[in-house]
């Protein structure tokens, strides 16, 4: 029920960041690609839904934790690229 919860609370889904951790944990199990994980944001909010086993959740988050402050600095109005 998390991911329609989470679906449910998002103001916008970050399809891409669910799709890099699922990426990232096919290389350990085939079963990543079955991972109903959604990701988005709520205000200024990045919400992240990891995997259960916290082998899984821990290989998630280090997948996309390089985006987090990049994605908190757009979410705070600072949209400039360089």
């Known amino acids: 029920m998390?991911?329609?919860?989470?679906?449910?609370?998002?103001?916008?889904?970050l399809e891409g960041v669910s799709e890099r951790m699922r990426a990232e944990g096919v290389?350990?199990?085939?079963?990543?690609a079955l991972s109903r994980?959604?990701?988005?944001?709520r205000g200024q909010s990045v919400i992240l839904n990891l995997p259960g086993k916290p082998a899984g959740a821990v290989e998630s988050?280090?997948?996309?934790?390089?985006?987090i402050p990049?994605?908190?600095q757009l979410l705070g109005g600072n949209t400039e690229h360089e």
């Open 27 to 32: 290389k350990t199990t085939k079963f990543a």
């Open 61 to 67: 988050l280090e997948a996309v934790v390089d985006l």
């Open 70 to 72: 990049h994605a908190l």
């Open 2 to 13: 998390t991911p329609e919860a989470t679906r449910a609370v998002c103001d916008r889904l």
């Open 37 to 41: 994980a959604v990701c988005g944001v």
